[in-house]
């Protein structure tokens, strides 16, 4: 399991690598942003990325913006930061992070938090889900819509492939909380709402479609064709 932690706090970077090394994690770690998105750009097969927030040069929700707008690198994104208000974790899921966690946080927590995002990556054994002209690889980890490939985080792929293998039957958010997030988010949090929409926004807008549909107060369902 390879793990970039981009942290400029020397001291807890240290205490990061040491503590998710006894955890068996293989540690890179750099201190800037430029860094870390070279790092990850140059596709070395990261398992997950730890990204503080208030990194030098480039920023976090830069690197994680900048790296999901080029659509080439799919690597889980924690956010790491001291800005923990509403509107400050919406701005970096937006930005392509898959999880978000304020400090201080707790070392238990954050080990959990990342072994879900590096199971979630690693589905193995899955066939392939496919919905119309929408075909979910879960082993590939890849989503193409009449064979042009769309690229999701980490998260929005694990909905969608919730979602799409489950089509026809009503997908509780409460499931989509215990199955994606493994019960880690509150159901009053709107980031569910904040995943779906990337989905649509890259799933069906480009191509006039409409997979997953709301159903108010009961939760969401993809209809086959």
Not at 34 to 55: C, E, H, I, N, P
Not at 106 to 128: I, K, N, Q
Not at 131 to 158: C, M, Q, W, Y
């Amino acid at each position: 399991m390879r793990i970039l932690v981009a942290e400029d706090d020397v001291r807890l970077a240290d205490v990061l690598a040491q503590s998710l090394s006894e955890a068996g994690w293989d540690v890179e770690v750099v201190h800037d942003g430029r860094s870390a998105y070279a790092q990850l750009l140059d596709g070395t097969g990261y398992d997950v990325a730890l990204l503080d927030w208030m990194l030098p040069e480039m920023d976090g929700i830069a690197v994680a913006q900048r790296l999901r707008d080029i659509g080439v690198v799919s690597t889980p994104i924690m956010m790491l930061t001291a800005r923990g208000g509403v509107r400050d974790r919406i701005e970096g899921l937006d930005a392509g992070a898959d999880d978000y966690l304020p400090k201080p946080f707790d070392l238990d927590e954050l080990l959990a938090r990342l072994r879900a995002l590096y199971r979630r990556r690693s589905v193995t054994g899955a066939a392939p889900v496919q919905v119309g002209d929408l075909v979910i690889d879960p082993v590939a980890r890849r989503v193409t819509r009449g064979g042009v490939d769309i690229v999701l985080s980490a998260r929005e792929f694990d909905i969608l492939f919730l979602l799409t293998s489950r089509a026809g039957e009503v997908v509780t958010r409460g499931t989509i909380l215990d199955e994606v997030w493994s019960g880690e988010t509150d159901l009053r949090s709107n980031a569910i709402d904040v995943h779906l929409a990337g989905i649509r926004a890259k799933v069906d807008k480009p191509f006039g479609t409409e997979t997953i549909t709301t159903l108010r107060g009961v939760g969401y369902r993809v209809d086959r064709p």
